[in-house]
């Protein structure tokens, strides 16, 4: 049997619940949520002379639940219009439509009793054969299937999403007794291909994979912070981007998550897994028990292990809680020599081994901290998991983790890893020891552009399966290297297609690059037949080298600076107009020049999490590798007979002079920066680059042709400029923008008109790029766009003056 998801029915709308109705709209699914009938009026139904019989009252629990999710930040929804998607009702009068479903996700509170009677009233309505998985995080499955009939046994299974569902990528799958491999093979390639999900089969364990590792690691360190004699800033600093990990780190991930939510999962932990050589592990510390009492919770509290106080003068600052005296004081910095010797080591694996070797505190740290993390979870296979590779991915998609458990390890050392393990008082796991003795010395090898781990039963290395629909870089990069230099590597994806990696600091545009990108068509128009570009660094690319514009700049090398800018600009048309077809695939950020050459390809294949946009304002300047050229060419395409021509124009200024950025890819159709029809969203990025490669093939067996320039663009020049010289006065008259963002609006708005022409005319691309290029350089010799340029540089965010 073919099975197809078109219909969900999500029971419980809380966080979790609205969540994962939000995110199967995001694919598109249409999502009937229910939850629970209020028992009594609120204050404002009975003002209103509401009764418990009107549908609004009997359907409020569900409709508040879902509209404080749609209202949260970050947005669980790709698009403000996908909440369309979701049909609410309560348990009682809709319950029946659950007959209607593909698949019946409940999402109750954690409470095995009160699960079982809403199983008991779905299996009334379900219909055979319609999946049905419970989001749990820690109950076992086998208790919640318990005297089910046989076909709800076949077809049920647990589903764990982790919080929040659209983005953290873990999506663990744990089968009970009777689960059919049918429904856990469906269940996994959905997870994978369609929900965008790392999907991983876990076993019927206390917190499954994830929150078993995960929850071990955070307490593991709230009992190191105590016995090291170390502040929370200490642990923040040690334990975030340094090694791979969110921003947020330690404590400040616990507030935003919500203490009370990790001492649930950790006490669960503490009952239910007695035989668990780190047992004592999960007892919560003394300061974790007061934080409780006080119902110091994070963010949900106001309060945590940080606390976000207004001073006098309105402005707010950070406290930290000394977790000695268990008062909130001012931040303390923190310094650590080993951590000044990783500043130069951009790749995140290369650090471990300095970390580890620190002779400093930071040093103990490392030392203490991996050996444990390497100990334990050494010992759970194969207590919950056979595949050790299941264990990095649970850790990876579910916290964020740059690098799994293992991975780390072997970025040490295996060999290495053991010594240290040993010196601070822990032992591997037998096997280990007997994957050494095997001959290999390693968890993952890479062989012919796959991934390899080794397999504990057959004591070799075995292909991670699933990666036949991936482009993995990190393991082609040097075999199928075409071209390098500084700023890039040219790959050979195969059947004939090319792809650019940007591999620059945060991935941005420099001369080197742009070098590369020639460099890649060059050799693409000569012996292949066509070009992706693709990286899988954090972001897409951050934009243009604002360094080496500021210090053109600075240096008054104008010469120089128009010939860059031109560079730029003539590479941006080489993408649109080469001989071959070309495919950028974006993701995470793609703002300025990233944008701007997204806007040049044949085609986007973009991942949903992709926010791009043009946002040259906020450095003083306009988009001029053609970002303004091309967005006034969108707005004349879109000019229709009888249309009001400068309203879709003055929608495209406006694109750039708010710098809008999309919050979705899905979103980056609203202001033409993606073009229905023409652009393609990838909700896996593990897939993306596949399916950019596959499109470009697609597009060269297709007959591509080469585009010929445009040279009939139209611009409606006075009328349209007057319109917006007099929206930036008001603008500026009413302190909505300042002097000199009125200037850079006024150039901007220069360009889009195509220039003060007594009427509205047709010209040239190449028209547009000198007038974009010259109030670019007009703007490089302001001192208030130097001022931007350098606080970008100096604070990583933009200056309004």
């Known amino acids: 049997m073919k099975r197809r998801i078109n219909k969900v029915a999500v029971i419980g709308s809380g966080i979790m619940g609205s969540g994962i109705a939000c995110h199967f709209a995001n694919i598109g699914v249409e999502v009937l949520l229910l939850d629970i009938v209020p028992r009594e009026l609120n204050e404002k139904e009975k003002k209103k002379g509401l009764t418990l019989e009107d549908k609004e009252v009997r359907n409020r629990v569900v409709n508040e639940s879902l509209q404080s999710s749609l209202k949260s930040k970050p947005s669980p929804i790709y698009h403000k219009d996908f909440a369309n998607r979701i049909k609410t009702g309560n348990l009682e009068d809709d319950i029946s439509k659950v007959s209607e479903v593909d698949w019946i996700i409940e999402v109750v509170v954690e409470k095995l009793d009160i699960k079982k009677k809403v199983f008991d009233d779905l299996e009334k309505h379900r219909k055979e054969g319609t999946l049905i998985t419970s989001n749990t995080s820690g109950i076992p499955i086998k208790y919640m299937s318990e005297g089910r009939s046989e076909d709800f046994q076949k077809h049920f299974c647990g589903t764990h999403f ?25 269940l996994h390639m959905y997870g994978e291909k369609f929900l965008g999900k790392n999907s991983v089969v876990a076993k019927d364990t206390p917190a499954f994979i994830g929150n078993r590792i995960g929850i071990f690691s955070i307490m593991s360190l709230f009992h190191t912070v105590k016995d090291m004699d170390m502040t929370i800033e200490e642990v923040d600093k040690l334990t975030g981007p340094v090694i791979g990990r969110q921003k947020s780190a330690t404590f400040r991930t616990v ?54 106080i207004k001073k006098e003068d309105g402005s707010s600052e950070i406290k930290s809680l000394d977790l000695e005296t268990m008062e909130y004081r001012d931040r303390k910095s923190a310094k650590f020599d080993t951590l000044e010797q990783t500043k ?29 993390l390497f100990a334990y979870v050494s010992n759970r296979i194969p207590e919950i998991s056979d595949e050790l590779y299941k264990i990095d991915d649970g850790m990876k998609a579910g916290f964020g983790w740059e690098h799994g458990p293992f991975q780390i390890w072997d970025a040490i050392g295996v060999k290495k890893g053991i ?13 280990v020891n007997e994957m050494l003795e095997s001959g290999n010395e390693s968890f993952y090898t890479v062989k012919e552009g796959n991934t390899y781990y080794y397999s504990i039963p057959d004591k070799k290395q075995a292909k991670i399966p699933g990666q036949d629909a991936f482009i993995i870089l990190d393991n082609i990069r040097e075999s199928k290297e075409v071209f390098k230099n500084s700023g890039v590597v040219v790959e050979d994806l195969g059947d004939g297609i090319l792809n650019v990696e940007f591999r620059s600091k945060m991935n941005s545009i420099g001369g080197d690059v742009l070098d590369g990108i ?75 020049g990233g944008c701007e ?38 707005a004349s395409e879109t000019f229709e007979k009888d249309d009001v021509e400068l309203n879709r124009l003055r929608e495209h200024f406006l694109t750039i002079g708010m710098a809008k950025v999309s919050t979705s890819a899905y979103e980056a159709f609203d202001t033409n920066i993606l073009q229905k029809g023409k652009d393609v969203i990838v909700v896996n990025k593990d897939r993306q680059l596949a399916i950019a490669k596959k499109h470009a093939l697609l597009m060269a067996e297709n007959g591509y042709t080469k585009p010929i320039q445009r040279s009939n663009i139209k611009v409606l020049g006075k009328q349209a400029l007057g319109a917006f010289y007099v929206g930036t006065d008001q603008m500026n008259a009413g302190n909505y923008i300042s002097d000199h963002d009125k200037k850079i609006a006024n150039k901007l708005a220069y360009v889009m008109a195509g220039g003060d022409l007594s009427e509205a005319s047709y010209v040239s691309e190449q028209y547009l790029l000198d007038l974009e290029r010259e109030a670019f350089l007009s703007l490089t010799g302001e001192r208030k766009t130097l001022e931007r340029l350098q606080h970008m540089l100096k604070k990583g965010k933009p200056l309004r003056n």
């Not at 010594?419 to 096997?431: D, I, L, N, Q, T």
């Not at 986007?604 to 970002?627: N, S």
Request: aromatic share 10%.
């Open 162 to 186: 982790f919080n929040p569902p659209r983005y953290l990528r873990l999506f663990e799958i744990i089968p009970g007794p009777k689960t059919s491999e049918e429904t856990l093979d469906f």
């Open 255 to 308: 507030d935003v998550v919500g203490l009370d939510t990790l001492v649930h999962v950790a006490n669960g932990l503490y009952e239910n897994v007695p035989d668990d050589e780190q047992h004592e592990l999960f007892k919560l510390p003394d300061f974790i028990e007061t934080m409780m009492e006080k119902e110091w919770l994070g963010s949900k509290s106001g309060q945590g292990f940080y606390k976000k």
């Open 344 to 372: 130069t080591i951009d790749k995140v694996e290369d650090r471990f081994e300095v970390l580890i070797n620190g002779k400093d505190k930071a040093g103990d740290f490392y030392r203490k901290n991996f050996s444990a």
């Open 419 to 431: 010594e240290m393990m040993k010196a601070e008082g822990y032992e591997p796991a037998a096997w």
């Open 518 to 592: 020639n460099k890649a068509i060059d050799i693409a128009e000569k012996d292949y037949q066509g070009l992706v570009v693709a990286n899988d660094g954090k972001n897409f690319s951050v934009g243009a080298n604002i360094g080496m514009i500021f210090m053109m700049a600075v240096e008054q090398e104008y010469d120089e600076l128009n010939m860059a800018i031109k560079y730029f600009q003539d590479t941006m048309m080489r993408m649109r107009y080469s001989s071959i077809p070309t495919v950028a695939a974006p993701h995470n950020m793609a703002l300025g």
């Open 597 to 634: 050459l997204s806007l040049h390809a044949d085609k986007v294949v973009a991942h949903a999490e992709t926010y791009i946009g043009l946002v040259e304002f906020g450095v003083g300047v306009i988009p001029g590798g053609g970002g303004s050229k091309e967005m006034t060419v969108r």
